[in-house]
């Protein structure tokens, strides 16, 4: 599975943007995708996760009422729609596919190259 995350860019505190992941092909081992972000100088952290049915959901706190993971099946992307913005956010957000939802990076074992959102104060 090869996943191609896009979207990135700069952006004013409050406002918004939204992430794409693209996976080349899905398999049984790739129930779920996930978004995760790193900030220069800080551990991978876990944003949202999905299931590829769309029907399950988790976020992290942090994110919660702000962002938003969804699915297209047909199209075999996952979308992250983040609203209401913050320097806090800034990072590089990587998407990544594995057998089921969880927040831990190990459950995953494909992953993007992430896509760099810096958001300005």
């Known amino acids: 599975v090869q996943l191609q995350a896009s979207g990135g860019g700069l952006v004013q505190a409050g406002g918004s943007l939204r992430l794409s992941c693209a996976a080349s092909?899905?398999?049984?081992?790739?129930?779920?995708v996930g978004w995760f972000r790193q900030a220069p100088g800080k551990e991978r952290e876990f944003v949202a996760a999905?299931?590829?049915?769309?029907?399950?959901?988790i976020y992290a706190d942090t994110v919660k009422g702000r962002f938003t993971i969804s699915s297209d099946n047909a199209k075999a992307t996952v979308y992250l729609q983040m609203n209401s913005l913050a320097p806090e956010d800034t990072a590089r957000y990587y998407c990544?596919?594995?057998?089921?939802?969880?927040?831990?990076?190990?459950?995953?074992?494909?992953w993007g190259q992430g896509t760099l959102v810096t958001v300005s104060s």
């Open positions: 990544a596919s594995g057998p089921a939802l969880h927040p831990a990076t190990s459950r995953y074992p494909y």
């Open positions: 999905i299931t590829w049915s769309g029907i399950s959901t």
């Open positions: 092909r899905r398999t049984f081992t790739s129930s779920a």
